[in-house]
């Protein structure tokens, strides 16, 4: 039977050991993974992933971006456009017809044809 201050010393060795420090390594004794058909460590992959991209990319991503950014402006232009023609083409259409007064007499209405000309005329506006 093993005495339980000889266990006791062995755990406490154990656990002052370098791989169990703080900041220590406790897989140093495990080999670095490598790839089928590369000399890559994961290690070399991950920095390789996380490294700056580019200026090529960088490049291409703000051009991308600016044209991204100049179809959306002429995409909101002709929009635009669209929108002016159809308002003019309703406000010609109202020109056409007259006043609401006017409308009002064609539909037999003359009191309310007076009652409209007298608040337009009561606003300045006829």
């Not at 991209?53 to 051009?63: A, L, N």
Request: with cysteine; net charge negative.
């Amino acid at each position: 039977m093993t005495d339980p201050r000889q266990r006791e010393s062995r755990l406490g060795a154990e656990a002052a050991s370098s791989e169990n420090q703080p900041g220590g390594d406790p897989f140093s004794s495990v080999p670095e993974p490598t790839h089928a058909g590369t000399d890559d460590t994961t290690a070399d992959l991950w920095s390789r992933f996380y490294n700056l991209p580019s200026t090529e990319f960088i490049d291409g991503y703000g051009r991308g971006y600016q044209d991204g950014t100049d179809h959306g402006r002429h995409l909101a232009d002709d929009e635009q456009r669209g929108r002016g023609a159809i308002s003019g083409a309703i406000a010609a259409q109202m020109a056409k017809r007259g006043s609401f007064a006017d409308l009002c007499e064609a539909r037999g209405e003359p009191e309310r044809a007076a009652r409209s000309r007298q608040i337009l005329a009561d606003r300045g506006i006829s």
